[in-house]
């Protein structure tokens, strides 16, 4: 009985500890827990909603910027600036401090040398007014391994580490400030566009009195004018930003200094307002993933922009000329005259709302009108090849091909396809230069115009 009643006040003795223990486990956990909530609440350095941020200083190593919205919710910067400022950035600042946070607490302010971790000057001071409550960021120095900053709030007691992550915010400098979009003046339309590459002008574009775009060089273009790839380029400058800033202040005198002294591109464009932009670019490997060196000969500063984005630079003349050689419907000609050296001629009357045609004054039975609508399609699908802006003989009486529409109204339209080498024409229409070859497969090519003449005659049973 009494080796009975030690056991079980043992085994009560056992369950009290055991219960003990786990209350000081439980507690332990619940504490440890805690201080890590603690902690990861403690590096919750910011948490302000980015919309009540209505100022911004920031102090830099060459400046203090303050900026402020105003009543239309636009930055303004209250500095006297030579640079365009970039709203973009500031916006982007305010909405990723309101939440910045650190990824580890270093130590206590009141137990850290300020100094060696750059805190006790720093170099970059961020002050975020929210609802005009000053909530101050400083920016120390970049820690050995480079993948944090040491920063400090004004009103915390430690000093945090921050990731890398955050540098374009926190190491704010002058060409943070500065706006990344070329065009310095959106509001204001282009009017002129100019390129000159490898020490020859490429093409000159200008809008003309009328709000017409129009091509002034290498030769005179209006109708033909690619009005879309036109807008492209429009486009495409609007958008184009810069990647790097370099120096700035560049003045001609020093442009030897940086390689800009013979610039392999020279890039302009001209805006209602008066601006004239233009852009020195040093030479590159197209297609590269390097960055492309340029210069903005009107402010002075140096920036790189990735080549992926200056294909603008390689652009050729004929890119903004439309190709095709001819263009109107079956609907509109009455008739299509046709005189080349090695076949006989032909002539084809066409009468497509009733349906009638006749080739050579014979009248072809409908089985035959699809090879004619076939035939006229690809005589007017043809396409220039190759830009050929000077003329390389005058027009010749006897042409190689001489191709005549006559519409309904009785115009005619006139196109000479003259030799130019033993591969390629040239053409006149209407007896005007058209600056460009035409290579003869476009004839006699397989499945080329002759194929097709062949298969009319075929369809017309005359061959």
Known sequence: MKKQLILILSLLLLVGITAGVLVMVNKMESEQKAEKERIEQEKILMSLNSSDISKIEIKTTDALYTASLDDSGHWVVENDLDFEINTYYLNSLASQLSTLKATDIICPVAEANLADYGLSDPANVITLYANDTPHVINVGKLSATEDFYYVTIDGRDNVYSVSTDYADYLKVNKNSMKSIYILRNSDSAINGISLTAHGKLVYELEMNGKGVWEMNKPMAVTDRLNVSNVSSLLTTIRQMIVDKFGDENVTEDKYKNYGFDDPEYIFT?????????????????????????????????????????????????????????????????????????????????????????????????????????????KLTAMKYDSLAIDCPEILDENPDIRITFTKKDGTE?????????????????????????????????????YDYFDRLLDAAGMK
Do not use: H, P
């Open 413 to 449: 339209n006139v196109l000479a396809f003259c030799k130019y080498d033993s591969e390629n024409y040239v053409v006149f229409l209407d007896n005007e230069y058209q600056n460009f070859t035409l290579n003869k497969k476009n004839f006699t090519a397989r499945e080329g115009i």
């Open 269 to 377: 464009f001209t805006q209602e307002n008066g601006n004239t932009t233009t852009l020195l670019a040093q030479d590159y490997t197209e297609g590269s993933t390097s960055f492309v060196s340029l210069i903005c000969r009107e402010t002075g500063q140096i920036f790189y922009m990735q080549s992926a984005y200056t294909e603008f630079l390689n652009d050729t003349a004929d890119k903004f000329i439309l190709k095709d050689v001819y263009t109107c419907s079956a609907s509109e000609i009455s008739e299509v005259k046709i005189e080349w050296n090695d076949r006989d001629n032909a002539e084809i009357t066409i009468d497509e709302e009733n349906g009638k045609y006749t080739l050579n004054g014979t009248s072809l039975k409908e089985d035959a009108a699809s090879a004619v609508s076939s035939f006229y399609t």
